[in-house]
């Protein structure tokens, strides 16, 4: 079993930045692939980046690029995001979650932290 803890959310203003963290624990494998999600209300969830352990690859949804960063520190079992230039549009619960492919689709990851929440006002 893997357990994931994701925390940094918050209110925010438009432009303004966040780093959200997702500490990981169990049962961690190193070849598997570490992503966080989003899901607005009433919208369906959305990959926004993903990275992998061993390697560092990553990759990010085009609405994100150039804007937000997915990092890892193996040491700690930690995943980042570092937001920039937040747009209200980039409102919601905020997931990571890990699995053994290297794809953005989230319906392939098996385990999920329970979010936290970012509000960008406008």
């Known amino acids: 079993q893997v357990q994931l803890v994701e925390s940094g959310g918050g209110l925010v203003q438009a432009g303004d930045s966040l780093r959200l963290s997702c500490a990981a624990g169990g049962r961690i494998i190193s070849s598997y692939s570490m992503g966080w999600f989003r899901q607005a209300p009433g919208k369906e969830r959305e990959s926004v980046a993903i990275?992998?352990?061993?390697?560092?690859?990553?990759n990010y949804a085009d609405s994100v690029k150039g804007r937000f960063t997915i990092s890892r520190d193996n040491a700690k079992n930690t995943v980042y995001l570092q937001m920039n230039s937040l747009k209200p549009e980039d409102t919601a619960v905020y997931f990571c979650?890990?699995?053994?492919?290297?794809?953005?689709?989230?319906?392939?990851?098996?385990?999920w932290g329970q979010g936290t929440q970012v509000i960008v006002s406008s």
């Open positions: 979650a890990t699995g053994p492919r290297w794809t953005m689709d989230p319906s392939a990851y098996a385990y």
């Open positions: 990275i992998t352990w061993r390697s560092g690859w990553t």
